[in-house]
């Protein structure tokens, strides 16, 4: 049994979010690890940490940009 919060990981309900969880979790959640690096330098800790926008990063990790759309 699920808590309502628990619905919005679901793909068949209205405003499914499973995929915004997944990549927060993952790519994205280590750039925000070095979110120091960004407020000193100001300049972006994703292409710190992956040497390219997070664009041409799912363009080149196809797997991982399979989060951006519904299954």
Request: charged letters at 20%.
């Amino acid at each position: 049994m699920l808590i309502p919060l628990g619905n919005y990981l679901r793909s068949d309900v209205p405003d499914f979010q499973k995929a915004r969880v997944i990549m927060n979790s993952e790519e994205q959640y280590q750039a925000w690890s070095e979110i120091i690096y960004s407020i000193q330098t100001g300049k972006s800790a994703f292409e710190h940490l992956y040497g390219m926008n997070l664009l041409d990063y799912y363009a080149q990790n196809p797997e991982a940009g399979k989060t951006l759309t519904r299954p």
